[in-house]
T-cell receptor, first 112, second 110 residues
């Protein structure tokens, strides 16, 4: 039984570019949440998707957007990249919005 | 706004000793409190959690306590082992949104 998977593992982009990160949830899970983890800090909540809808959103600008597909996989899109967007982006899946969240390995994004 | 304070930021213990990490949350509506262990370069791993209708939960060497009145919760690790060395994060949740503490770097010396 595969756990949460994310792609790509690493990504290097230039300021102003756009990026798309992907997440496949654990089998049996229907909810995906995205987090940004800066070096040496705890993860910060970006948003959560359930039934293909953005259910909750953290304090992130509109440059951060997402999508959930009918198979429950999800994408995180970031437009007009800034140097400060460099971080580890984690997705977590759960069996419903109120249940335990299990994290993927993350995508390390570097913006130069 | 929502906030979780975690202490200490670093903790060093001898193998076999106990370790305690404490967190305080601001939103009294929070009702779910998980703890994650993150080894260097790895994903956060859920190690134990507690819901607001329970005061204490134990799983082998790990226990979590919750004081809703004081809005405090703590992680207790007994008989620590070198493989317990990692960064530990507490989190508080309302409606599925996890708010994390800043993390505690635990070092267990053999």
């Amino acid at each position: 039984d595969a756990g949460v998977t994310q792609s790509p593992t690493h990504l290097i982009k230039t300021r102003g570019q756009q990026v798309t990160l992907r997440c496949s949830p654990k089998s049996g899970h229907d909810t995906v949440s995205w987090y940004q983890q800066a070096l040496g800090q705890g993860p910060q909540f970006i948003f959560q998707y359930y039934e293909e809808e953005e259910r909750q959103r953290g304090n992130f600008p509109d440059r951060f957007s997402g999508h959930q597909f009918p198979n429950y996989s999800s994408e995180l899109n970031v437009n007009a990249l800034l140097l400060g967007d460099s971080a580890l982006y984690l997705c977590a899946s759960s069996r419903g919005v109120l249940y335990e969240q299990y994290f993927g390995p993350g995508t390390r994004l570097t913006v130069t | 706004g929502e906030n979780v304070e975690q202490h200490p930021s670093t903790l060093s213990v001898q193998e076999g000793d106990s370790a305690v990490i404490k967190c305080t949350y601001s939103d009294s509506a929070s009702n779910y409190f998980p703890w994650y262990k993150q080894e260097l370069g790895k994903r956060p791993q859920l190690i134990i959690d507690i819901r607001s209708n329970v005061g204490e939960k134990k799983d082998q060497r790990i226990a979590v306590t919750l004081n809703k009145t004081a809005k405090h919760f703590s992680l207790h690790i007994t008989e620590t082992q070198p493989e317990d060395s990692a960064v530990y994060f507490c989190a508080a949740s309302k409606g599925g949104k996890l708010i994390f503490g800043q993390g505690t770097e635990l070092s267990v010396k053999p």
